[in-house]
């Protein structure tokens, strides 16, 4: 079959890897992509929320399956585009319509819907521009530190923790009446601060089905120690050893399944990923985010766990029919090493040539923010590339991914040492 992923960093980079190992993939094209996913399949110069081109393409490449990457798109109603035109209805979509996404692309709905729905989550309380005063003085009655998120979708930098009542109630201000987020704080979640370990779970479902993918943790913060401002990720590790099989049960009965059946119940055919940011506190995993879509770098170390045909998986999520579908994850660990601009997550140079790859012989080079730049392979975001090593125990996997880290080369290049290490211990 014919494939289009959209999207152009590490997590469409690993999705086309994994699909070009599949034997029912014909043609695979990737809009807009990146120099890695040039060097496996064909990208078109598509802006991933630029709807008409995007079907313009589809036809033109006589697509059978679009898989949908980021979340701008699916919140921006890209299913909704397609079911409505006669002419594009036939496409399979992996991703869920304007209705599902909303579980990422409102706060404050996701919230509900957990209340709804019985699913465990912090408590929290919903403030806009007219009810600022109100929520100003709800801050002054909560436990510190406190978490404040924009509603919307703001590039994963809407969520601020705020250790004192002063930077607390400027936070609420600066969002709700300085519209610091824009659109996205028209409305802020004021929340519950959580202690425990992070971690998340993905699942899988074609509305009826569900599998669940393996589990991964990411490092978001710039600095080692997780100090720093936070990022997109920094990296990520898979197994996550202190997510036993009892806890990722608790997870299945506790959360996967009341989250399916909340959607059904809301008339939502939900078709594609459910991404599950959870907090395990004292053994009980509580939900901080849902997100519509893989997470990037998880996605990096969550693919190469997969054994079954990957673009099956996807065909079946997409046509209802995943229940048939054989699943089968290795017991192998994953690492995988982001390596950024300099600068990132702030102000950061772009266009420095990469050199390196041909002394990386075992890890996975995952492009992100590079482009083709005639022969040369040059930067073209903040983060990069995301580099995976793939062994029997986790110290070898951080060793191989360290290593390739390492050996990728430009100007401003930074990377943590220190991705997977905290996960040691609980060996």
């Not at 190992?21 to 496996?40: D, H, M, R, W, Y």
């Not at 006669?86 to 996404?101: I, N, Q, S, T």
């Not at 979708?153 to 109630?169: P, R």
């Not at 939900?270 to 985010?289: D, Q, W």
């Amino acid at each position: 079959m014919n494939v289009l992923i959209l999207g152009s960093g590490g997590r469409e980079h690993a999705f086309a890897w994994k699909i070009t190992q599949s034997p029912l993939c014909e043609k695979l094209f990737v809009a807009p992509g990146n120099a890695g996913t040039s060097q496996i399949a064909t990208n078109l110069k598509i802006g991933y929320n630029d709807f008409e081109a995007i079907a313009a393409a589809v036809l033109e490449n006589s697509i059978d399956l679009v898989i949908v990457g980021p979340e701008e798109p699916l919140v921006k109603g890209i299913r909704n585009y397609f079911e409505n035109r006669e002419d594009l209805k036939h496409v399979l979509m992996v991703g869920p319509d304007e209705h599902g996404a909303m579980l990422e692309g409102s706060k404050d709905f996701s919230k509900n819907f957990m209340v709804k729905y019985g699913v465990p989550t912090a408590a929290s309380k919903t403030f806009t521009k007219d009810t600022i005063e109100e929520g100003l003085t709800y801050l002054e009655s909560h436990t510190l530190p406190i978490v404040l998120k924009a509603d919307g979708l703001a590039a994963g930098k809407g969520v601020i923790i705020a250790v004192t009542l002063e930077e607390a109630q400027t936070t609420l201000k600066e969002m709700l009446v300085d519209a610091k987020f824009g659109d996205a704080s028209s409305k802020v979640v004021i929340e519950q601060f959580l202690t425990g370990i992070e971690l998340s779970v993905f699942v899988l479902t074609d509305g009826e089905n569900y599998k669940i993918l393996p589990e991964a943790k990411d490092y978001k913060r710039i600095g080692e120690g997780d100090k720093g401002l936070n990022t997109g990720g920094m990296g990520a590790v898979s197994p996550v050893p202190f997510a036993t099989e009892k806890f990722l049960k608790k997870v299945e009965e506790d959360i996967v399944k009341p989250t399916l059946f909340g959607l059904k119940s809301e008339g939502i055919k939900y078709n594609g990923f459910i991404f599950i940011g959870l907090m395990n506190h004292e053994g009980e995993p509580l939900v901080i985010e849902y997100n519509a879509r893989m997470g990037d770098p998880e996605t990096e170390v969550v693919l190469p766990r997969i054994e079954s045909d990957f673009l099956s998986l996807m065909f079946a999520t997409a046509n209802g029919t995943l229940a048939n579908e054989e699943f089968v994850v290795s017991k192998q660990h994953a690492v995988t090493t982001v390596i950024v601009a300099g600068g990132y997550p702030g102000d950061y140079n772009k266009g420095d040539v990469i050199t390196g790859y041909d002394s990386v012989v075992d890890a996975n080079i995952f492009h992100a923010g590079t482009t083709q730049d005639g022969k040369m392979v040059v930067t073209n975001g903040g983060r990069v590339m995301a580099l995976t090593g793939v062994s029997n125990t986790l110290e070898r996997a951080i060793q191989k991914s360290q290593k390739a880290a390492q050996d990728i080369k430009f100007e401003g290049k930074y990377y943590r040492k220190d991705i997977g290490l905290d996960v040691l211990r609980y060996q």
